[in-house]
């Protein structure tokens, strides 16, 4: 059976591949929600104690996912925070207790894994992996709606 070559697995010109950066963004900005879900402080601490989790709870699923769509076109994930920091482009966000701040946090980690995710798809697309770009065009979807969500939070538009 024959392996079909991903866009996904193939090197940059640094020598990480597409899929290495996306799932070294999504750890960087899976933490970060996890650190803003704990020290989220105020009045809206609540509501968005709550929706940081089901954010990190989604992310979680997509580093899985991304991890195994790597193994499935026969390559290997990266799997240590060491590596992660130095391949992703994702801003480390630490101590962000306040709420706007967190938010804005998130929309810039968003920005930036959109940015390879239509990297990804346009490139799936020209080598016919349909199992990635599948992927990308979900993902794409529902975080741009985020985005939307969290800008409209801020009082920003898209």
């Known amino acids: 059976m024959a392996i079909l070559i991903s866009c996904l697995c193939l090197p940059n010109m640094w020598g990480h591949s597409r899929g290495t950066e996306l799932l070294a963004d999504f750890q960087i900005y899976y933490q970060n929600l996890r650190g ?3 020290n989220i402080k105020g009045k809206r601490f609540f509501d968005l104690h709550v929706k940081f989790e089901e ?3 989604d992310a979680n699923i997509k580093v ?3 991890a195994e769509r790597i193994l499935t076109l026969g390559a290997t994930p990266l ?3 060491d590596d992660y920091i130095k391949t992703g482009k ?3 966000g630490k101590n962000i207790s306040q709420d706007e701040k967190a938010v804005e946090l998130i929309v810039e980690s968003l920005t930036e894994l959109l940015k390879i995710e239509r990297q990804i798809l346009d490139k799936s697309d020209e080598t016919g ?3 990635t770009n599948s992927m990308m065009s979900d993902f794409i979807t529902e975080q741009e709606k985020t985005v939307w969500m969290m800008k409209a939070w801020l009082g920003e538009t898209v």
């Open 129 to 131: 992996d349909e199992g």
């Open 64 to 66: 899985d996912e991304i």
């Open 36 to 38: 803003i879900h704990w």
């Open 90 to 92: 994702v801003k480390v």
């Open 79 to 81: 799997h240590t925070f």
């Open 55 to 57: 954010l990190y709870t």
